[in-house]
């Protein structure tokens, strides 16, 4: 389905706090997966991150009779889900509670030359290189993570951000500043993406991983069948590492649900 243009958007979130349902689906189609995909860079587990994005959209539909235009309807949408995501209870592996120290030993115990024999070991390093940069998103608080995933990640404006977030251009500035910083020198000393000489690298971290229950060969949650290798050797600095997700996109029954909760009308529109 393409996608719609912002003017459009905004006329058919306008019908649908009128009571419209045909616009309520569309506009909720519009912006499920890339709410789904800012839940799953907060909170790392796609289940955890699914679960959050069904309640977020939820929130959406109830409160778009109070959508009065004052941003763009994604960008209001983003707001809603990000003030749920950012009060929502701790994700499985966030209560881990990683610090960049921690991770960093993480990922220098048990590293061992790949084995070229293993199955699938190039979607395999694909797969720890993508739960990599997601663990790494956890070591910064949640307000902090917001801002770095919305200005650098996801490249809104410091503007647009800054609504979502709730705070001022400025705060969120420095909020995505000090994320920046964090996350640059972490990959600098730690990454051998980005720093050759830098001992750990994706390949390396693939049996621990596995040993680990971090990755299950059988059950990939982040990686897709592609060249992992050839995608991995174009990477060198930070904000390449973090944009080269896949764009994820909310599973079916998660859409299925919303879908028949529109259908039924059993929810309530508020001012």
Known sequence: MPALAPAELRRLAFAAGEGDSAALERVIAAVRDDIYRLALRMLWHPEDAEDATQEALIRVMTRIGSYRGEAAFSTWAYRVAANHILNWRQGRV?????????????????????????????????????????????????????????????????????????????????????????????????????????????????????????????????????????EMERLHDLAALMRSHPNYELPQRVTEDIRALIDSGDYPLLD
């Open 94 to 230: 966030e209560r881990e509670n990683l610090t960049f120290a921690a991770f960093a030993e993480q990922l220098h115990d048990g590293l061992e030359d790949p084995d070229p024999a293993t199955p699938d070991a190039e979607l395999l390093a694909h797969e720890v290189r993508l739960g990599c940069t997601l663990g790494m998103l956890l070591c910064l608080d949640r307000n902090h993570r917001l801002a770095y995933v919305l200005t650098d990640v996801f490249q809104l404006s410091s503007s647009d951000a800054a609504f979502i977030s709730g705070v001022t251009p400025a705060a969120l500035r420095k909020r995505a500043s000090r994320a920046r910083t964090q996350l640059r020198e972490f990959v600098g000393e730690h990454c051998g993406l980005v720093n050759r000489s830098a001992a750990c690298r994706c390949d390396r971290r693939v049996a621990v991983a596995v040993r680990l229950g971090r990755v299950d060969p059988t059950d990939l949650k982040f990686a897709r069948a592609r060249s992992a290798v050839e």
